[in-house]
């Protein structure tokens, strides 16, 4: 029997788009998964993380509409519900977090405190 976990967390089309595009550059390196998690630091005391990097022991692999990812089981508390977007304006370029686990969050948008 197989079990199907439902991703912790969402990604816009913007976002699924942008990474796509990532991954399809010349030299990406395709031994690596797409993370998402947290680390501490930044202003408000924790940061997001979202790049390239292998698998680790305790990872969990989800998809979501196509787009595989890899996240740290104990990053859940944190990201359950977060939703990543991609913004290409004039006035903010780049990923956007709207995590509703976060209390507060700093003027940059990629630190926050629970």
Known sequence: ME??????I????NAINEIKRLMAAPGFNTTEYLRVGVKGGGCSGMTYVLGFDKK???DEQFEFEGLSFIMNKAHGIYLMGMEVD???GLNARGFVFNN???SKTCGCGT???V
Do not use: H
């Not at 079990?3 to 912790?8: N, V």
């Open 111 to 113: 630190s926050f405190a």
């Open 56 to 58: 680790e022991e305790n």
């Open 10 to 13: 969402a990604f816009t089309e």
């Open 86 to 88: 991609w913004q290409d």
């Open 100 to 102: 509703p686990n976060a």
């Open 3 to 8: 079990l199907t976990m439902t991703a912790p």
